[in-house]
C-alpha cells in the first residue's frame, strides 16, 4: 500500500513539473538562438513574418500591404509598402537565419 502511495505521489511531482514547464514554455516562447536586434536585422532583409526564412509567405504578407503604410512589411521604412520593399525581398530571396549568421539550427 505504501508504495502505491508512494509510486502516486511521485507521478503527481513529475505531472506538476511538467506542467509548470509545459507553461513557463507557453509563456515564454522556444528559447531562441538569435538576439532582438539579429531578428531585426534579419526584419529589414525581408523575413516579414520572423520565422527565420525569406520565402513565398513574406512575399504574400508584403503584397497584401502593398501600397500601406504598415510598418511591419515597410522594409526600408521610408513610410510606404511599395516595389522597393519587394526588392528586397527579391534580393534575399531563399535566405535562413541561420545561415546568415552561421549558426546551426537545434
Ligand atoms: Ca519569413
Ligand atoms: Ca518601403
Redo the contacts with the bound molecule.
Keep these: 500500500m505504501g508504495k502505491w502511495i508512494d509510486a502516486l505521489v511521485t507521478l503527481g511531482l513529475l505531472g506538476g513539473t511538467a506542467l509548470a514547464l509545459y507553461y513557463l514554455f507557453q509563456k515564454l516562447g522556444p528559447p531562441s538562438q538569435f538576439t532582438k536586434e539579429q531578428w531585426d536585422i534579419f526584419w529589414s532583409m525581408g523575413d516579414i513574418n520572423r520565422d527565420g526564412y525569406i520565402d513565398d509567405k513574406d512575399l504574400e504578407l508584403l503584397r497584401k500591404a502593398y501600397d500601406t503604410n504598415d510598418p511591419n512589411c515597410?522594409?526600408?521604412?521610408?513610410?510606404?509598402?511599395?516595389t522597393?520593399?519587394i526588392s528586397i525581398i527579391g534580393h534575399n530571396y531563399g535566405k535562413n537565419i541561420w545561415d546568415f549568421y552561421g549558426v546551426k539550427k537545434i
Design positions: 515597410d522594409l526600408n521604412k521610408d513610410g510606404i509598402v511599395d522597393k520593399d
